[in-house]
């Protein structure tokens, strides 16, 4: 058996009756976030051009085209919710895998479930299986891809968004793994835009949703795929990581605990290497007057210090705000001039402050060990003064992780900021989210048409 096959012969198995109280629970949190930061980037226009180009894609009117009355294709269709899950970097993080998880198989249940009209067990026992598929493949290899310049969230979702589009359609699982064959050959996404601040990394969620979508499509229609796709000479480890990549560390404990229980729910739209030091910074003895800040000092995860840490004279004056995002001397000087980060404080007139980057290049990042990965590992900040004094915090971790977990007040005040607008609409679309936890308890409005319906008036108030 190759590990294409030991995943899909679990997931086929898997009904949602089986799923523990907790994992139901889990995932519909989850659900609740990525709506919400959906929502939040169509109601601030963050990536407009995400619907322009699903309505170019067209298809068979079978899924809504968030944010519009429109039907397309559920590749387009995914494509778009996908890009604007992720477009404010808002939406979880599996900090083992450094993965996006929620942006590509949440998209992908919505889209192809219209598609099919699944019911809510349906989606939520396809979602399980899809998001164990994307967080084992990239937990198995931690900072594999990363650090050989890809973004493993797509990379690795394009094969959970192949499963979840496979399973919903009624596929059966020689052509569930024919499609992950077929997925592994549109795996993509480059990590090149930390180089110049460009926002190539809003799409690729999207794009592995319809990838994922298309490569469905191919087995059904009876194309093959290779089974050895992920462990082969030429498969996914190998070629994206230079590493064999451990099965067992895929397949341990699969169907007895559940990789999606680790996802963390951001409290910052940021990147969440830099969580934890941003937590510091709001943890420290004493405010020091930022003009009177020597010095700042920031342990950071070596992992972390390329993606978020240095060079510091450039993080210092990010170009764009999707650069600045991925800024920790940015962040940082921004809540040591008592600011907090929101969804606005990446406008041009934010960035162009002066007294920000002055701030930020007194940030000197101090790289360590942490021995665990650096998505969920502990920060410390020394900010010193001009008189010589000394005021510093620690944190074991950034808050939204399991260990460190946002109650569910803290989420629903999260996902009411993202989505704004028609406050009892928003809290009757939460109430239908929270079924999907509930055995039994089920509503006569599926999932995705309530989702369509906010989403439309939420895109209709930019």
Known sequence: MTLSEDLVGWAWGLEAADLPAAVRRTIARHVLDGVGTTIGALRTGAAPFAAEVARRLGGPPVATLLGSDERVGPGPAALASGTNMHALDFDDTH???????????????????????????????????????????????????????????????????????????GASARTAVNALGIA??????????????????????????????????FAIAGADGPVSILEGDAGLFRSYTGRPGDPEAVLSGLGSWFELEQITIKPDPVCQLSHAALDAARELDAPVPPGRIERIEVALPEDSVDIVGEPVAEKARPRTGYEAKFSLPWCLA???????????????????????????????????????????????????????????ASVPGSRGTPERPLDDAALEAKYHRNVGGDRQLATELADRIRLLAEVGERSSTPLYEAVAELADGAAKEN
């Open 334 to 392: 921004l809540l040591l001039h008592g600011e907090e980060i929101a969804v606005d404080t990446f406008a041009p007139d934010v960035l162009a402050r002066e007294d920000l980057a002055a701030l930020a290049a007194k940030v000197v990042i101090e790289p360590f060990d942490p021995g665990m990965a650096a998505a969920s590992a502990p920060s410390r900040l020394r900010v010193v003064a001009d008189d010589g004094s000394v005021h510093e």
């Open 95 to 169: 900090a083992g895998a450094l993965i996006h998880g929620t942006a590509t198989v949440l998209p992908t249940a919505l889209a192809v479930g219209e598609e099919v009209g699944a019911s809510d067990d349906e989606l939520l026992s396809s979602l399980a299986a899809g998001y164990e598929v994307v967080l084992r493949i990239g937990a198995a290899v931690p900072h594999g891809f990363h650090a050989r310049g890809f973004h493993a969230s797509s990379v690795c979702g394009v094969f959970g968004a192949a499963l979840v589009a496979s399973r919903l359609r």
């Open 184 to 217: 592994g050959s549109q795996a993509a996404g480059s990590l090149e835009f930390l180089a110049t601040g460009s926002a190539t990394k809003q799409l690729h969620l999207g794009w592995a949703s319809f990838s994922g979508i298309v490569a469905s499509d």
